[in-house]
């Protein structure tokens, strides 16, 4: 099960562990296993962990007063879910991470994460190109959001994510390109 998570390291870094790495890495994240809907996190809560996913789907979302879902995040295997500012900065989340489908997922404190830093280099050089990523997808999905039409970023998302088309239903896809499940069923309709 760490196996995947050693080539995820490899792909990002270039860098091969070494024996002591891989048992130090292997030492540090807790396996875990949710059923679907089972939650890793629900608002108000701290973050204490963040997952790598090995096997399965989640997803992160908030509820507004209206009780409709707001969703921030669809992952599936080989990424990573949490809420980072909770994770951070020890605060409350606003948000809930739940699985889509049955998971199993790697997951590392805060300070396990720090004490890798030191030990490990080639997750330390993992994270920084994750952060920069990250950076670059948010800004890109937040140009998408007050740039774009719902059109455009559907054909976005095809590009860029096919695979959740497969993996969540219409309506998560929906909540996540911030528009309704008949305008994404419209534009669906247009494409075919």
């Not at 889509?100 to 997951?107: H, N, V, Y």
């Not at 088309?165 to 528009?179: D, K, N």
Request: proline letters at 3%.
């Amino acid at each position: 099960m760490h196996e995947a998570l050693f080539n995820y390291i490899f792909r990002y870094t270039g860098l091969q562990l070494s024996e002591t790495e891989m048992e130090l890495v292997t030492s540090a994240f807790t396996f875990k296993k949710l059923r679907k809907k089972q939650y890793l996190l629900q608002e108000g809560e701290i973050c204490k962990y963040f997952a790598f996913i090995v096997q399965g789907a989640m997803r992160q979302y908030s509820v507004d007063e209206k009780g409709v879902e707001h969703i921030l995040q669809l992952a599936i295997e080989n990424w990573w879910i949490g809420d980072r500012e909770s994770y951070l900065m020890l605060t409350p989340t606003p948000y809930n991470i739940d699985a889509w489908e049955d998971s199993e997922l790697l997951l590392i404190t805060r300070a396990d994460l720090l004490n890798l830093f030191d030990q490990v280099p080639a997750i330390s050089q993992m994270t920084r190109q994750m952060d920069d990523k990250n950076s670059f997808a948010t800004q890109r999905r937040l140009k998408a959001t007050i740039s774009y039409s719902a059109e455009k970023r559907y054909q976005d998302f095809l590009t860029t994510h096919p695979d959740f088309l497969q993996r969540f239903p219409q309506h998560q896809i929906a909540s996540y390109l911030g528009i309704t499940k008949e305008t994404l069923s419209r534009i669906r309709k247009q494409t075919i």
